[in-house]
C-alpha cells in the first residue's frame, strides 16, 4: 500500500470465508471457529450477498435451549425466540446485510458501523457482489504507521505541491504521528494558511481548503509552524494553523 490508505478497499480483509443459505447451524460455528472469526457473508452462486451471520445470531439457540420464555419475552424478543429455532445459514441470517462500497471513504464507513452498532461490513460492488469485509480493527490500521512514514509522505504530497522549488526550505518534523511545518520561502504567494472545514481534511487538492499568505517583517514569505495531524476518523491529515 503507497501512502495513507483513504478509502474501504485500501484496508478491508479480500480473502472472506462465506456460506450459502443451507449450510447447517453446526457447519457455521465449526468455520467461525477455525477461521477465528465472528461473522460470515451468506452468499448465492456468483457470489452475491444475501445476507450474514454473526455470533449474536447464533446465540439465541444457546439462550433459550433450556428455558420457556413467558408471553411477554415472546413478543418482545420474537426474531431472537425464530432464530433459536433455525437450523440453516438461511434462517440465522441476518438480510439484508449491511454493506459499503470499496470506494468508501474510511470515515464513511466509521460513521456506518457507529450508527448501525456493529463490528463490521460486508464490502460489495455496485452488483452487490462480494469483495470483502471490512473491520474496525482494519479502519484503525491507518494509525499504526511510523513517523518517518508519514513524514515522508507530507514531503511528498503536500510540500513538494505547495513548495515545488528546488531545495526548498519547508522543514518536516513528525512525533508520535503529529506533523509540524516550519521555514521560510521567498515568494508569499507559496505560503497557505490552510483552514480545514469541520469533516474534511486539509489535503492541498480538496477544494474545501482556503489559503493565505502572510509576509514577515523582513519581507520574505514566513511560514509558521503548523501540526498536521491524522483525523480521528479518517485517518488523512489535517492541517491547522498556528495563530500569532
Request: no cysteine; proline share 7%.
Amino acid at each position: 500500500m503507497h501512502g495513507t490508505p483513504h478509502i474501504v478497499g485500501d484496508v478491508m480483509t479480500r480473502t472472506v470465508a462465506t456460506v450459502g443459505r443451507g449450510t447447517a447451524f453446526k457447519e457455521i460455528i465449526q468455520l467461525m471457529r477455525d477461521r477465528r472469526i465472528s461473522a460470515v457473508p451468506v452468499v448465492e452462486e456468483g457470489g452475491r450477498v444475501v445476507g450474514i451471520v454473526s455470533e449474536a445470531d447464533l446465540l439465541p439457540k444457546e439462550e433459550f435451549r433450556d428455558s420457556d420464555p413467558d408471553r411477554y419475552t415472546q413478543l418482545r424478543r420474537l426474531a431472537d425466540l425464530s432464530k433459536a429455532g433455525a437450523v440453516t445459514a438461511e434462517e440465522l441470517m441476518t438480510s439484508p446485510a449491511l454493506t459499503v462500497r470499496p470506494d468508501a471513504t474510511l470515515a464513511q464507513a466509521a460513521r456506518t458501523m457507529a450508527r448501525a452498532k456493529v463490528k463490521r461490513l460486508v464490502v460489495v460492488d455496485a452488483g452487490g457482489m462480494l469483495e470483502g469485509v471490512v473491520s474496525r480493527a482494519d479502519l484503525l490500521k491507518v494509525f499504526l504507521r511510523a513517523d518517518e512514514e508519514i513524514a515522508e509522505e507530507v514531503r511528498r504530497e503536500v510540500v513538494a505541491y505547495l513548495f515545488p522549488s528546488p531545495g526548498s526550505a519547508v522543514r518536516v518534523a513528525v512525533r508520535d504521528g503529529v506533523v509540524l511545518l516550519g521555514g521560510r520561502v521567498r515568494d508569499t504567494s507559496l505560503v497557505p494558511v490552510h483552514e480545514a472545514r469541520p469533516g474534511r481534511s486539509a489535503d492541498a487538492r480538496d477544494p474545501a481548503v482556503e489559503a493565505q499568505p502572510r509576509r514577515a517583517p523582513s519581507g520574505r514569505a514566513a511560514l509558521p509552524a503548523h501540526p498536521l495531524a491524522p483525523d480521528p476518523v479518517s485517518g488523512r491529515l489535517r492541517l491547522t494553523p498556528l495563530v500569532g
